[in-house]
């Protein structure tokens, strides 16, 4: 590694004027108001309550000025513009410098969901073929083990100093120290990232984050939810909390394992919410569910949004309890690919409630501005172009697109999931790309979208089409029922819709499942969309993603539920 005092006069590239980068906030905010804590994580040690100290903490003239440090100790490594970098660093203080540093030189960070399955990481990170791999020694490690990212040809460590690992990070910023701006000028449409999506339907893709994407991203949240500069936010889950510097707020991380949502321990969360006054929360719904479960009121929060998968409703009802009166619960809608789409209030949401209940799904509420939601006949057949599309009329169920300036363009490698995500539409501008969402749903008069579940998901019966979200409502209202999964067996056309059930933990399912089968099969019965569901099937645990603990493995219980189904004749 070279001299610091060499690094000094690496000059920056172009000065980043005109930047369309997320980084370009941190010089604004570090000249506007460096001491400003940009991020607070929780460090090592603990306070005589047992609880994180919160000791490390970068202010925005930190994060600024060592973001700078490390593009330009990147640069010197060869790590330069455009070129793809694994990220795999825990988020504590390194994680958010080396992603400014990154997003500042214009090289593209590849990020992966450490919770996912293994082999699906080795594939993820293959498909990337990136050019660089930054990881913590853990990673490193695996990388050689496992034979991560093998077109990777330059490493970098983040802590202790591994033989094979190339240097360490604090090397790295060494050598940048005192360069000047690093910030490039990027242009909109340069890809700025690659992100995979958690993978709940199949292998995750790459998404090809442009910068527009990021910086539209950046203000339709802030428009969206009132996200203004100056609050601080408890982001727990990780991906988000990139977006607190960028909107001018302060971030507290969490002391919690970000990948196990559903096991974070709800007291530290209420500490740490207590001691830095946190006015906004970002939190998936396994963890929402943890701090309504907890219960103890939360009186400094002013907003709460949803990330990634639906919100049950009697966690947002509870959160609205321990929230001051006038305080919002978001749930927004969307993916990866697309987000935000669309977004509903509590208070709406807490209105539609009895409909969902009925057989009518899940209200997401209305298109987030920026956004044209349009919803198409369901086909799983790729269209190439708009005019092949067919709208459905209001009320009808269709699959819904978006096109809007966070509706991503393609796959990283991957064509034949382009083509079945992408449609080209003409317009008077020129050509825009339509991303279609996977999911389905229906509008209303008022013209709010109600999701009725994931296309790969609904089932195509003799006599039409059942949808996830319409009909497991209706039975999780039984007492003794957790939580229910509608799979189909056999053919498409001719499928025969399953209900998988699971039972709340401590009923004894030898003595009563004869019991809550039939009240089921009534209570089924009695609404129009789930009264073709007659089979019922008890399982134990359903297999659920790692992120968000949330989203059922509805391809696994379909193949479980298939094999205890005695075969048609
Ligand atoms: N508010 C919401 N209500 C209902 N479902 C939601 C909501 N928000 C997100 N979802 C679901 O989560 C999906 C997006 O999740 P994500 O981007 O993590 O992809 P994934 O489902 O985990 O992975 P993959 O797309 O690879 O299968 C949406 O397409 C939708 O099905």
Redesign the pocket.
Known sequence: MAASSAAASAAPTDAGAGACNIAAVLPRMAAAAPERIALRCPGRHRNLHGFARYDLALTYAELDRRSDAIAAGLARCGIVRGMRTVVMVRPGPEFFLVMFALFKAGVVPVLVDPGIDKRALRQCLAEAEPHAFIGIPLAQTARVLLRWATSATIQITVGARLPWGGPTLAQVEAAGVGAASQLVATMPDEVAAILF??????V??GVVYRHRHFVAQVDMLRDAFGMAAGGVDLPTFPPFALFDPALGLTGVIPDMDPTRPAKADPRRLHDAIARFGATQLFGSPALLKVLAAHGAPLPTIRTVTSA???VPAATVARMRELLPADAQVW???????CLPVAAIESRELAATRAMTERGFG?C?GRPVAGNSVRLIQVTDAAIAGWDEAVEVADGEVGEITVAGPTATDAYFNRPEATALAKIAERTAAGTRIVHR???LAWRDGEGRLW?CG?KAHRVESGTGPLYTDQVEPIFDLHPEVRRTALVGVGRRGAQRPVLCVELEAGVDAARHWRRIEAELLELGGSHLRSAPVRTLLRHPRFPV?I?HNA?IGREALAAWAAKRLPRPA
């Open positions: 999506t958690s993978g709940s339907t199949g995750p893709k990634g998968a639906p749930t927004p809608y969307g993916a990866t690919e899940t997401i969402m996977g999911d999701f994931r993603d992120r989203k």
